[in-house]
């Protein structure tokens, strides 16, 4: 080889070597230095200086997994500033080099909204492989409604309209409408589908007529409901005439409907009628037997469930009777057997208590029910003085429905414990990434610990994570409600270790708790559940009736309360300040113990129901203990809010004591 040849060979592999060390240096990236870099840009963006922001982004390696995450910050960044250009650029980027990641969807959505104008057939293209694609997504929701914009802008701007076009504009307004009648855009679906000129159908009609029911347009529902049949349209009718106040025409619908229109509607939608029926009555008894007689098969058993519930105590097993026999595989067919076999506990009849009892469980193992039928079980048993039995139904109850109110009172009873207060200290833990067995390398992890909540929402299912998410930015009680309500979901429970039980049952403002609880003698643990019970920790909150803030106060109560102990002059919106809200309502709760002789469940019956009906219960119900009393509170609000804080006392001494 010459030595020419050789000079140029070493040229070629030292050029080749520095190419290689360029693109390196670009495309590797320690991992550190990758979230540091994301990080600022993060910042940047918080902070409006969207060209660094989007500078930054561009220097994330692609080596890296949050590289299409950066692309499509880079995407935002250009939206602030205008650049649409380079926005669509980022959008394509990233769901032609991304197709599997979720935020390509996003991307691909977005870029077709951006091209509705100018370039319809090209964003109708991506609204159709969204569709396709992610069929169960919001954004193929969505896109069917765009699609049906841009063949309407079509044809409006061609002034050539074919009757097959006009039906699949139709087409895609009915399809976003039945899958979104709450949508952003349903309005919109509705009022540009009135503009076809098309023949359109009763069914229609109704769909677009429930629309505007559900945006509170009681005026255009009420000219939509004219186009319908009224056999299907009833009870849509019903709802919107009472809205409307038109009382007279609202009864007059509910009792036709149900009378002679039943078998053409949904269930859910004869509950609703019945409901808004009722709403107007004077006598709601009376008017429970009325529309029970009239009622047709459909929907019928709701209506006897009503009927049980009003009917005299001595008649309600009987009608619970009738009402299982009748319909043993119902809806209300779980309630009414465990009212059957609550009613034989109340007749001491323990032997046909317990036959049923076991029948519940054989059928309805996992109703709501269930709990309270397994520890009366368990009652029984241990009145009868058969202690492996009833020890094991208690056991079987706190390791099969862990986080209920029965739990705890199972609890107690396999302790022998007779009060219903522990006096128990929790230790405060923090509220964590509801998950541990995730890889630090996880996108979502990452997510998380850059802060990137936006992004984290548009790429998770997990409804712990939401709730993680919320709770991060602050919105305590909306983190709570989402999270409470997908543990409802799982069964079995997780053990009380897990993370996700503090996303159910947060710790905020226990030092507030602490302070006026311990000053007055109440338990801090107790009155924290109150607290999540009353206002799920929203210092805002404010009932129908006018109660205020964390725990509930009414400002007639509070005034009283502030005045008695020389707290000072409360306004109204002082009870909004969390502070002086729990102290006032730790005084308060504090005053109704002390004149209850410091029975902390009659205490709790009494924040909802009210002193004075207390009084009444104890001295009218019979029974034998305090299981027996709860059971048979006549105020279901009461005795459903009983059993609730307490549930929540119980879950933050499991979730929060160590050992």
């Not at 979720?102 to 870029?111: C, E, F, P, R, V």
């Not at 949904?266 to 009325?290: G, H, P, T």
């Not at 029965?406 to 990434?433: C, D, F, G, M, Q």
Request: glycine content about 4%; charged content about 25%; aromatic content about 16%.
């Amino acid at each position: 080889m010459s030595k020419k040849i050789k000079v140029i060979t070493g040229l070629i592999i030292i050029g080749a070597c520095f190419v290689a060390g360029f693109l390196m240096a670009y495309i590797y990236q320690p991992v550190e230095k990758t979230m540091q870099i994301y990080s600022g840009a993060l910042k940047d963006y918080v902070n409006k200086d969207y060209q660094n922001s989007y500078y930054l982004f561009s220097r994330i390696s692609f080596l890296s997994n949050l590289k299409p995450y950066a692309i499509y910050h880079q995407a935002m960044c250009a939206k602030e500033l205008g650049d649409k250009k380079s926005e669509m650029k980022q959008y394509q980027l990233l769901f032609n080099n991304y197709p599997k990641n979720k935020i390509s969807t996003k991307a691909k959505y977005s870029a077709a909204q951006i091209l509705i104008e100018d370039e319809p057939e090209q964003a109708r293209k991506y609204f159709e492989q969204i569709i396709k694609d992610y069929p169960d997504t919001d954004y193929a929701i969505a896109s069917e409604y765009y699609i049906g914009i841009i063949d309407l802008n079509k044809y409006r701007r061609n002034k050539i309209f074919p009757m097959s076009v006009k039906d699949d504009i139709e087409m895609s307004f009915r399809h976003y409408l039945e899958r979104a009648p709450k949508g952003r855009l349903a309005l919109s679906a509705v009022e540009n589908w009135l503009t076809l000129d098309k023949e359109i159908t009763k069914d229609d009609y109704l769909l677009m007529a429930n629309i505007y029911y559900l945006y509170n347009d009681y005026e255009n529902t009420k000219k939509l409901l004219a186009n319908t049949d009224i056999k299907e349209s009833w009870s849509l009718d019903v709802k919107n005439s009472y809205a409307l106040s038109n009382y007279s025409r609202a009864k007059y619908l509910a009792q036709y409907g149900i009378q002679n229109y039943s078998q053409y509607t949904n269930e859910q939608s004869i509950k609703e009628a019945v409901d808004v029926y009722l709403k107007m009555s004077n006598n709601k008894k009376a008017d429970i037997d009325f529309l029970y007689n009239i009622s047709g098969l459909k929907g019928k058993d709701y209506i006897w469930n009503l009927k049980c519930h009003a009917a005299p105590s001595e008649y309600q097993e009987g009608c619970y009777r009738q009402l299982y026999l009748n319909y043993p595989n119902g809806k209300y067919a779980p309630d009414a057997l465990a009212n059957l076999f609550f009613g034989r506990i109340k007749a001491r009849d323990y032997t046909n208590a317990s036959k049923i009892g076991k029948d519940f469980l054989n059928k309805f193992e996992k109703d709501n029910n269930a709990p309270m039928v397994m520890f009366w079980l368990g009652k029984i048993s241990e009145r009868e003085n058969n202690y492996d039995e009833y020890m094991n139904i208690y056991g079987r109850i706190i390791a099969n429905y862990p986080d209920t109110y029965y739990a705890y009172r199972a609890y107690l009873a396999r302790k022998h414990i007779k009060t219903s207060i522990l006096n128990a200290y929790i230790k405060e833990k923090p509220v964590e990434y509801p998950y541990t067995n995730i890889s630090k390398n996880d996108v979502i992890f990452k997510l998380a610990e850059l802060k990137d909540y936006d992004l984290m929402m548009e790429i998770t299912d997990d409804d712990f994570i939401r709730s993680w998410i919320y709770y991060e930015k602050g919105d305590y009680s909306h983190s709570m409600l989402l999270a409470r309500d997908a543990m409802e979901k799982i069964y079995p429970k997780p053990e009380r270790t897990d993370l996700r039980w503090r996303l159910v049952y947060p710790i905020d403002y226990y030092d507030e708790i602490q302070r006026y609880a311990g000053a007055v003698g109440n338990d801090a643990p107790l009155m924290l559940a109150l607290v999540r019970e009353e206002s799920y920790f929203n210092p805002e909150a404010q009932s129908a009736v006018g109660a205020k803030g964390l725990m509930q106060l009414m400002p007639a109560t509070a005034k009283e309360i502030s005045a008695y102990y020389g707290y000072g002059l409360v306004s109204e919106d002082e009870l909004y300040k969390p502070e002086l809200n729990i102290k006032i309502g730790n005084t308060y709760y504090a005053q109704l113990r002390s004149m209850l002789n410091g029975l902390d469940i009659s205490a709790i019956a009494a924040y909802n129901g009210g002193i004075g009906s207390i009084g009444r219960w104890k001295k009218n119900l019979n029974y034998a203990d305090t299981d027996e009393f709860v059971e048979q509170i006549p105020y279901p609000e009461t005795k459903n809010y009983v059993k609730k804080v307490f549930r929540s006392y119980w879950n933050y001494l499991r979730i929060y004591i160590d050992g």
